[in-house]
């Protein structure tokens, strides 16, 4: 069950369950927090996980303009303002680790630790910025769908298509209730990030990379593209870019080893 604040001006959904140390689970793009449906249960047993929708996507309001890294991250930062939550391990999924690495710059006293999956610190090539905008010119005149149905596959190994085609069709249609233009504008914003690489390899947070063995969006190579001495790194076999989906128990198990290290 999704409650609702008001925060950075805008409605945000968001799902909370456990008590204790809070982690914030942030989704990836053309997401929501269901994509954490199977990993919420398990964090909870010891944790307080909250797992907003990201503006734009799921349940969230749909503002206009560019949603750049740095407005995503203040509106977590509000949110835990609102929850009353001083300091949270934040993890990010694709897009929600942009958005955790833009955080993490900000606000590295709110953070007990914070982590990447499928993601990367590194910022868009020209040839990966110039598709994020051909993206938003497709949605414009061909609507959402057909962009998701090319985006979805691409998401997960090329193995589990065929053997997880339950799970690649809910995540199409969670693709498929992102408003338009809360792709749109999330594209925007995703081209014009930063490189973050610094953020990661100076923090003095324990941090947190998870990769995908067989990912055709962010290659591992990608995820750990920076060394420091406080971080856990693990390659998933068999998984692409959405190891919630495609193996929860081995990443609910990772993040778990991860919440409970004494750094």
């Not at 968001?14 to 053309?30: I, N, P, R, S, T």
């Not at 734009?56 to 009353?84: C, N, R, W």
């Not at 055709?216 to 190891?243: C, N, R, W, Y």
């Amino acid at each position: 069950m999704k409650k609702t604040c008001q925060t950075n001006g805008i409605k945000l959904a968001y799902q909370e369950q456990g008590q204790g140390k809070a982690v914030v689970l942030l989704h990836g793009f053309c997401g929501s927090s269901v994509y954490w449906e199977y990993i919420i249960p398990k964090l909870a047993k010891d944790c307080r996980v909250i797992a907003p929708d990201l503006r734009g996507h799921g349940d969230s309001a749909v503002p206009v303009g560019t949603y750049s890294m740095e407005l995503f991250a203040e509106d977590i930062k509000q949110l835990l303002d609102y929850l009353d939550i001083s300091e949270a391990t934040l993890l990010g999924h694709s897009l929600g680790g942009y958005v955790t690495l833009a955080f993490a710059d900000k606000y590295p006293e709110r953070l007990h630790a914070f982590g990447l999956i499928h993601s990367t610190g590194l910022p868009d090539t020209d040839e990966a910025r110039q598709n994020r905008y051909k993206g938003v010119e497709r949605i414009e005149q061909e609507g959402i769908e057909p962009f998701i149905n090319d985006l979805i596959p691409k998401l997960f190994a090329k193995n589990n298509l065929q053997s997880m085609k339950d799970t690649v069709e809910k995540a199409r249609q969670i693709g498929f209730a992102t408003k338009p233009e809360g792709a749109q504008n999330t594209l925007k914003g995703m081209a014009e990030r930063s490189n973050r690489n610094a953020v990661i390899a100076n923090t003095s947070l324990p941090v947190l990379l998870v990769a995908g063995a067989d990912d055709q969006v962010i290659s591992p190579d990608k995820t750990f593209s920076v060394e420091q001495q406080l971080m856990m790194a693990k390659t998933l076999p068999h998984v692409g870019h959405m190891s919630m989906y495609e193996d929860p128990a081995q990443l609910s198990e990772v993040i778990h080893k991860f919440l409970h290290s004494k750094w």
